[in-house]
């Protein structure tokens, strides 16, 4: 079965305790991208990578971290995490980061609570 | 920078149809979106459009472009308590390569 999957799904932490969100797509994506979701605003991007080794800032990238050292595997760290990092994470992949958007998977979220 | 704008709530009744609105503010948009999230889930992709089309029919879903107002909207018809979720827009261009550009949502209430 095609899927993104996130672990974990919820989290909650304290600030300045680094943390790591793992993110693996098993359909061979070139495009994986991470997004916080909050109240009011929507969808933001945070990070995206169009292949191994290849990351770049999204919209809102101050305070994350990611790498793309394997196709299948894009993870979010968080170096020191603060409270207004508290929110739902979604990581999603895509064949490519273009003219393929109508493949793009989701994964189901992750809830990140920084105390 | 590019903006998307959705009213942020529409209650419906079961039976009607619903239409979910959105505008944006990217000349060079070249794909827009409409993606549907239910309670305790992520994203899932509804429909898209080119921007070289009108209109797009997909079952219940229809989805109206205006170009030239940078206007697209969402309807289904024969709304049913199942269409309940929150209803993203979003837009992609030829200048956003990588990107998709999310409006804030609009949850959708279908009432009996």
């Known amino acids: 079965e095609a899927q993104v999957t996130q672990n974990p799904r919820y989290l909650i932490t304290v600030t300045g305790k680094k943390l790591t969100v793992t993110c693996s797509q098993n359909?061979?994506?070139?495009?994986m991208s991470w997004y916080r979701q909050d109240p009011g605003l929507g969808l933001r991007q945070i990070y995206y990578?169009?292949?191994?080794?290849?990351?770049d800032k999204g919209d809102v990238p101050e305070g994350y971290k990611v790498s793309r050292k394997e196709k299948r595997n894009f993870p979010l760290i968080l170096e020191s995490p603060s409270p207004n990092q508290t929110s739902l994470y979604f990581c999603?992949?895509?064949?490519?980061?273009?003219?393929?958007?109508?493949?793009?998977?989701f994964g189901p979220g992750t809830r990140l609570t920084v105390l | 920078g590019e903006d998307v704008e959705q009213s942020l709530f529409l209650s419906v009744r079961e039976g009607d149809s619903s239409v979910i609105n959105c505008t944006y503010t990217?000349?060079?948009?070249?794909?827009l979106y409409w993606y549907k999230q239910e309670p305790g889930a992520g994203l899932q992709l509804l429909t898209y459009?080119?921007?070289?089309?009108d209109m797009k029919q997909d079952q219940r879903l229809t989805v109206l472009l205006n170009k030239k107002d940078k206007h697209l909207s969402l309807r289904i018809a024969d709304t049913q308590t199942g269409d309940s979720a929150i209803y993203f827009c979003?837009?992609?261009?030829?200048?956003?390569?990588?990107?998709?550009?999310f409006g804030a949502g609009t949850q959708v209430v279908v009432t009996p």
């Open positions: 999603a992949s895509s064949q490519d980061g273009g003219a393929h958007w109508d493949t793009q998977y």
């Open positions: 359909m061979n994506h070139e495009y």
């Open positions: 990578s169009m292949n191994v080794e290849v990351t």
């Open positions: 990217d000349s060079s948009s070249t794909y």
């Open positions: 459009i080119f921007s070289n089309m």
């Open positions: 979003a837009e992609s261009g030829i200048d956003s390569w990588g990107k998709l550009q």
